[in-house]
């Protein structure tokens, strides 16, 4: 069976419209994919961001980013105090 060959440009600018897929948005595009593929993307995403979240320690060592005494103390000072006040009646 031989190939075909793609159209040619005068089919993408019908009558002066261009009817190419670049047009649609990017939600709309997601909405035109088969709910089956959708999941498979949203899954993706996810697994993506646990295992960076559970890639980041190992990450941090092996590039020498931990954070030393000094770090954890200024972010422990960093934090605002909250401190109940009684009112008086």
Do not use: C, N
Not at 33 to 58: E, H, N, P, Q
């Amino acid at each position: 069976m031989a190939a075909r060959s793609p159209p040619d440009s005068s089919y993408q600018t019908l009558y002066g419209q261009d009817h190419s897929a670049s047009k649609m948005s990017l939600w709309t595009s997601y909405r035109a994919l088969s709910t089956r593929t959708r999941m498979l993307i949203g899954g993706g995403i996810m697994t993506y961001a646990v295992a960076g979240m559970f890639l980041s320690d190992k990450a941090e060592q092996f590039f020498g980013f931990e954070p030393t005494d000094q770090d954890r103390k200024r972010l422990q000072d960093s934090i605002p105090k909250i401190h109940a006040v009684d009112r008086e009646k």
